[in-house]
């Protein structure tokens, strides 16, 4: 029988895996009563305090769309606004203690269901596969990591 993968060019390849990925990620969202962006929100709040116009950059999204974003955030309790104190017009958004146990938690859930996926994939093919990740998102400016 002929290994479907073996019909895969290099852009398939990283299609399915990113459907993959994004499904893994868009159920534990899901897990937690969260869409994909209001989970994708709360990671890069994860190790940053951004400014709304930074999180709208890292997020893709217009000023109209992130604040609709973040408003639906803080009323569930998951963040928080700060006023600048060098610029009041500039505001800050930041993760409540509360929303930052839940990230702790589902970072660990996306952890362990990545390395359930990548079980049978060698030590040398991880590192292989992480050094290829890093070159590819290394060459795109736009990306924000």
Excluded at 57 to 85: C, N, P, W, Y
């Amino acid at each position: 029988m002929t290994d479907p993968t073996d019909e895969l060019d290099l852009v398939d390849a990283l299609a399915q895996l990113s459907f993959l990925v994004q499904g893994v990620f868009a159920g534990l969202a899901a897990e937690h009563d969260m869409s994909p962006i209001q989970a994708r929100l709360l990671g890069v709040l994860r190790d940053r305090e951004p400014t709304m116009n930074e999180l709208g950059r890292h997020l893709g999204l217009d000023k109209s769309s992130i604040s609709g974003l973040v408003d639906r955030a803080q009323r569930r309790g998951l963040v928080e606004r700060t006023v600048s104190a060098d610029d009041r017009r500039v505001v800050h958004v930041s993760l409540t203690p509360a929303a930052r146990a839940t990230v702790a938690a589902a970072a660990a859930a996306f952890a362990e269901r990545i390395e359930a996926l990548t079980a049978d994939v060698s030590e040398s093919d991880r590192r292989a596969l992480v050094r290829a990740t890093r070159r590819i998102l290394d060459a795109d400016p736009a990306w924000l990591g």
